[in-house]
């Protein structure tokens, strides 16, 4: 059990394009969904908590208006990268919390964007 | 605010080898801890966790103690095998802080046959 899956799994997009990601968890419902991005052989960095059925809360210095997430149900989130460049190049994961109690969290298997 | 430091790798070692990762931690309150593993191309999977002091995370060999006096959770592993090459995440989290994790900046391990 707990299972998210992202989809694309890899995706390459030209500069200027938009791409959306997704996160679902498959066998639970998770109110509050996380973004994260992680650079080359660093670690994860928070970009912003998604809840669902409102706005999500965005990380100091992440562009709110560049990456659109969006959690419509309580099993998807969605996150657009929107007029992309080839610096929005990075490995995209996404983690899922439970709505209850102990408030697990379970990771997707991660986005590769390359923006060419 | 919150952090996690953990010893820069990467690590290498030969199978059967024992293996230890460092993590020590800065918070506020009553942390819970954690140990992630990635493996080559995938997503973070939970390793082990704890949720208060020495209480003691174990799965698939790894153990890890929560140690409030050094507001430490080392990683170990007596017999490390090649499958176990993966990068190590040590992290934590707070509910005051909605329970958003806080990661180290993750250990690369390489076990050699």
């Known amino acids: 059990g707990a299972v998210v899956s992202q989809h694309p799994s890899w995706v390459i997009c030209k500069s200027g394009t938009s791409v959306k990601i997704e996160c679902r968890s498959l066998d639970f419902q998770a109110t509050t969904m996380f973004w994260y991005r992680q650079f080359p052989k660093q670690s994860l960095m928070l970009m912003a908590t998604s809840n669902e059925g409102s706005k999500a809360t965005y990380e100091q210095g992440v562009e709110k208006d560049k990456f659109l997430i969006n959690h419509a149900s309580l099993t998807l989130s969605t996150l657009t990268v929107t007029s992309a460049h080839p610096e929005d190049s990075s490995f995209y994961i996404c983690?899922?919390?439970?709505?209850?109690?102990?408030?697990?969290?379970?990771f997707g298997p991660g986005t590769r964007l390359t923006v060419t | 605010g919150d952090s996690v430091t953990q010893m820069e790798g990467p690590v290498t070692l030969s199978e059967e080898a024992f293996l230890t990762i460092n993590c020590t931690y800065t918070?506020?309150?009553?942390?819970?801890l954690f140990w992630y593993v990635q493996y080559p191309g995938e997503g973070l999977q939970l390793l082990l966790k704890a949720t208060k002091a020495d209480d003691k995370g174990s799965n698939k060999g790894f153990e890890a103690t929560y140690r409030k006096e050094t507001t430490s959770f080392h990683l170990e592993k007596g017999s490390v095998q090649v499958s176990d090459s993966a990068v190590y995440f040590c992290a934590l989290n707070r509910y005051a802080a909605g329970n958003k994790l806080t990661f180290g900046g993750g250990t690369r391990v390489l076990v050699k046959p």
């Open positions: 918070a506020t309150g009553y942390p819970s």
């Open positions: 983690s899922a919390r439970t709505s209850g109690a102990p408030y697990e969290q379970y």
